[in-house]
Every structure is written in C-alpha cells, then in structure tokens.
C-alpha cells in the first residue's frame, strides 16, 4: 500500500490504478508500452498541423477491414470533481450532454467520472469543461474500429501514436461514418515470422 497522506492514514491499494484515474485520465493521458520502455500519450488532442507518420499502400498490404458500431455510443455522463481531503468527498459535479446524438440514437449513459486530481483553484473548471466536450465528441457518434496491416518498417508506430492513414479501399472521410484520415493507434501486434505488424485503429 502506498499513503495518501502520513496524517489521515489513508492508503492507495494500487497505485498505478490510482495515477490512472485521478491524474492520467482527466488530462486525457495515458501510459503506453515501447520498445524502449514505457512513455506517456497524450490522446485526441493532435492538431491538424502537426507532421504525423503515414501508412500508405506503399506501407500498408491489402484488405484492409473496417466496422462501425453503435453500440458504444455515450451521449450523456457526469463528472465528479474538486476532492475535499477533509470531508472525504467530490464538491463539485459536472453534467454532459449532446442532445443531437439523444436524439438520433436515444439516451446512452456514460460511467459517472471521478477525477480528484482537477481542483477549482487550479483552472478546474476549465479542465473539466474541455475533458468532457472532448469525451463527447468522441463517443457520441457511432465508433469505427479498422484493421490493417503493414510492413515490418511501421512498427515504430505505438499505441497511443496519431498516424495518418491513406489507403483507398477504406470509406473515405464524412458522410456521417466516423472515419477520417487522421488516426489512433490502439493496439499493434508484431509476427516477427513474417516482419508483419497489424495495427487496431480507432477515430
């Protein structure tokens, strides 16, 4: 167990479940696996001048494969804030909701967050509104997972990492299908037989 505080005796089970939680998540992080080691990623805050890698059909090998679901959808949640120490408890709560998506796919709860590391005094509130516009324009919309795979000379590519992806036997993007040529990696698998690395990527 690692202590909250040596004073209220509080303590932490699982530390990097906690660092996760009240610290990576509210400030869209996350920690990520690399050859070298582990590294921290910054998620869906890229900007579209930013020089991100490309995977092409120079790169990449054909039937590439997409779905799009709705299941995920989460068009309305909560987030629980400004942590009392004293009062053991969140002072301040946040509500979130995108009425066009409620009405296209009905009301779709989220989980309530709860994030102790965003206080009121340290542009909280500020945080928590960009933190939640952002969770919204993300899973208010039906979700498109894709699947391809590319050659051995993309697996510096992590998860976590922005790529762009030009590959033409993809849906191209608009038209309401959540696709777009700016990407997410989240998950990559290498088979070291065949020097093939295929990448989960998510919009």
Known sequence: ACPVSAKTGLGIEDALEYIEKNILLPNNMRITQTENG??????????PSTALNTIDTSLALP??????SADRVVNKFSIRWGWNEGLQKFTRVT???DSNSVAKFGEKL???FEFKGI??????SSIVSDRGNRILNRFST????????ALLRTYSNNAGDKINLAYPDLPQAGGGLGINTELEIKSKA???STGIVTFGLVY
Request: charged share 20%; aromatic share 6%.
């Open 95 to 97: 509500s979130f909701e």
């Open 142 to 149: 039906p979700q498109v997972d894709i699947k391809v795979q």
């Open 190 to 192: 290498i088979n070291l």
């Open 38 to 47: 582990i590294s921290l990623s910054v998620l869906d805050q890229s900007s």
């Open 110 to 112: 989220g989980t309530t």
């Open 63 to 68: 039937k590439a494969t997409w779905k799009s």
């Open 119 to 124: 206080q009121a005094d340290l542009s909280g």
